[in-house]
């Protein structure tokens, strides 16, 4: 009975990661932004929330290119704690 069960959940655990090296190879490879990065953007997808801090923080943009590839560009940003009222 404990070898049907330890047979059990070793044939799941390989279905679960199956499943999640499905989803990680559908999700695009972040790339790192520099000023010389040549952007092509027919559409943002998601933006990252940028927290209310007084200092540069990373940020995250997924997008669509005008060949319709998705892209993750991952860039520093200045948080909004530094607005004057």
């Given at each position: 009975?404990?070898a ?18 499905k ?22 997808i ?13 940020a995250t943009m997924?997008y669509?290119d005008h060949?319709?590839?998705v ?10 704690g530094?607005?004057?009222n």
């Amino acid at each position: 009975m404990k070898a049907l069960l330890i047979l059990a959940l070793v044939g799941m655990s390989s279905f679960a990661l199956a499943d999640e090296a499905k989803i990680a190879s559908s999700q695009p490879a972040v790339e790192q932004y520099d000023y010389s990065t040549n952007l092509d953007i027919k559409r943002v997808i998601s933006l990252s929330t940028i927290p209310n801090v007084c200092d540069v923080v990373p940020a995250t943009m997924t997008y669509e290119d005008h060949q319709g590839q998705v892209h993750t560009l991952q860039y520093r940003a200045m948080g909004e704690g530094c607005r004057l009222n």
